[in-house]
T-cell receptor, first 117, second 111 residues
Framework: AQKVTQAQTEISVVEKEDVTLDCVYE???????LFWYKQPPSGELVFLIR??????QNEISGRYSWNFQKSTSSFNFTITASQVVDSAVYFC??????????????FGSGTRLSIRP | DVKVTQSSRYLVKRTGEKVFLECVQD?????MFWYRQDPGLGLRLIYF???????EKGDIPEGYSVSREKKERFSLILESASTNQTSMYLC??????????FGPGTRLTVL
């Protein structure tokens, strides 16, 4: 069965600190996708990144970076030089295929990130 | 600009009422999803659809049904609303080449 675990329920850091959000997943599929979404106080889920299971290359986008390691079934998200606007709930998610008829997106329980000025 | 819209941001209903939540996407996506979000539980999948008139149960389908008569529209139906269905409901759509995009959510309160 598929499962996504975000062990950190809440994290609070001071502005400009770096912070890493952990995500561990379980799946028996060899082809799958991993995602990160951001949910700011407004409530709308914002797509951040999608990574397929064959691409373990780390990705950097501005202050955001993602570390995908199949050996440990982890897909961690790091925010460098955090800002108050980064305060949100962040969700890691897993999909079992390239949007085939059987694919569905399973979410972790989320990590609430608070950035203090 | 991709767009998923939901018919209401806030909804208050009484126990036993039939409730319709509507979701429309303008991206020609094949897949559409309904989730509910509750504190500490993350997002749980209720139903999803990968084509018109096709539907599959998610993890918590009990008490819900869905309808997809047109590709762009996916409706969630609560046949007889109960207080334990008070929640935030989120709709999403996706395709083979596009990840899941979400609507703004409907916060449903059942009294």
């Amino acid at each position: 069965a598929q499962k996504v675990t975000q062990a950190q329920t809440e994290i609070s850091v001071v502005e400009k600190e770096d912070v890493t959000l952990d995500c561990v997943y379980e799946t028996r599929d060899t082809t799958y996708y991993l995602f990160w979404y951001k949910q700011p106080p407004s409530g709308e889920l914002v797509f951040l990144i999608r990574r397929n299971s064959f691409d373990e290359q780390n990705e950097i986008s501005g202050r955001y970076s993602w570390n995908f390691q199949k050996s440990t079934s982890s897909f961690n998200f790091t925010i460098t030089a955090s800002q108050v606007v980064d305060s949100a709930v962040y969700f890691c998610a897993l999909s079992d295929g390239p949007y085939s008829s059987a694919s569905k997106i399973i979410f972790g329980s989320g990590t609430r990130l608070s950035i203090r000025p | 600009d991709v767009k998923v819209t939901q018919s209401s941001r806030y909804l208050v209903k009484r126990t036993g009422e039939k409730v319709f939540l509507e979701c429309v996407q303008d991206m020609d996506h094949e897949n559409m999803f309904w989730y509910r979000q509750d504190p500490g539980l993350g997002l749980r999948l209720i139903y999803f659809s990968y084509d018109v008139k096709m539907k599959e149960k998610g993890d918590i389908p009990e008490g819900y049904s869905v309808s997809r008569e047109k590709k762009e529209r996916f409706s969630l139906i609560l046949e007889s609303a109960s207080t334990n269905q008070t929640s935030m409901y989120l709709c999403a759509s996706s395709s083979k080449t596009s990840p899941g995009y979400f609507g703004p959510g409907t916060r449903l309160t059942v009294l």
